[in-house]
T-cell receptor, first 108, second 113 residues
């Protein structure tokens, strides 16, 4: 079964705009992680937010976590064409469960 | 340092054949994960090792799939009597400890004809 579910499934924006993706999960967590996957193979870890954190920043990335609503959001500011990728949230509970991802397209 | 490596990068086989996919995790990482990913989908969890033992194999779809990690480092995913539906990219990841950041390999693209 999948734990993280991303929304929207697809997002298309112009370069320079901000992109917001949401993630919902079902069970209690210790942390939530966001990953990016360019067309091709492996996933790249972006950011980990712990259950006692509400917000975390890394460069142009901002992640929020609301454990009461079991949801998280990933904001990419000042998007670039190179940000075009699929983005996944994942919640570890020994193993790691991924959602289907948000496919982000940033048009130059 | 070296990341997670997977071999082969591509594997084409015929229906009914046996295949082995190999994963070399980052040195010192105790946790190792196998996923498979179909086009347009997220990674689907298969199995998770903590050290040499399979801590959770609930994602293995059936008994044709088996994985080992005999010395707590390299892992092999074994698929018997392959079926066309097994075609996917098989991803391996490792982490220093369970629930921490996972580092993914480039994957093995398996095609069953």
């Amino acid at each position: 079964s999948q734990q993280g579910e991303e929304d929207p499934q697809a997002l298309s924006i112009q370069e320079g705009e901000n992109a917001t993706m949401n993630c919902s999960y079902k069970t209690s967590i210790n942390n939530l992680q966001w990953y990016r996957q360019n067309s091709g193979r492996g996933l790249v870890h972006l950011i980990l937010i712990r259950s006692n954190e509400r917000e975390k920043h890394s460069g142009r990335l901002r992640v929020t976590l609301d454990t009461s609503k079991k949801s998280s959001s990933l904001l990419i500011t000042a998007s670039r064409a190179a940000d075009t990728a699929s983005y996944f949230c994942a919640t570890p509970s020994g193993d790691m469960r991924f959602g289907a991802g948000t496919r982000l397209t940033v048009k130059p | 340092g070296a990341g997670v490596s997977q071999t082969p990068s591509n594997k084409v086989t015929e229906k009914g054949k046996y295949v082995e996919l190999r994963c070399d995790p980052i040195s010192g990482h105790t946790a190792l994960y196998w996923y498979r990913q179909s086009l347009g989908q997220g990674p689907e969890f298969l199995i998770y090792f903590q050290g040499t033992g399979a801590a959770d194999d609930s994602g293995l779809p059936n008994d044709r799939f088996f994985a080992v990690r005999p010395e707590g480092s390299v892992s092999t995913l074994k698929i018997q009597r392959t079926e066309r539906g097994d075609s996917a990219v098989y991803l391996c990841a490792s982490s220093l400890e369970r629930e921490l950041t996972q580092y993914f390999g480039p994957g093995t693209r398996l095609t069953v004809l």
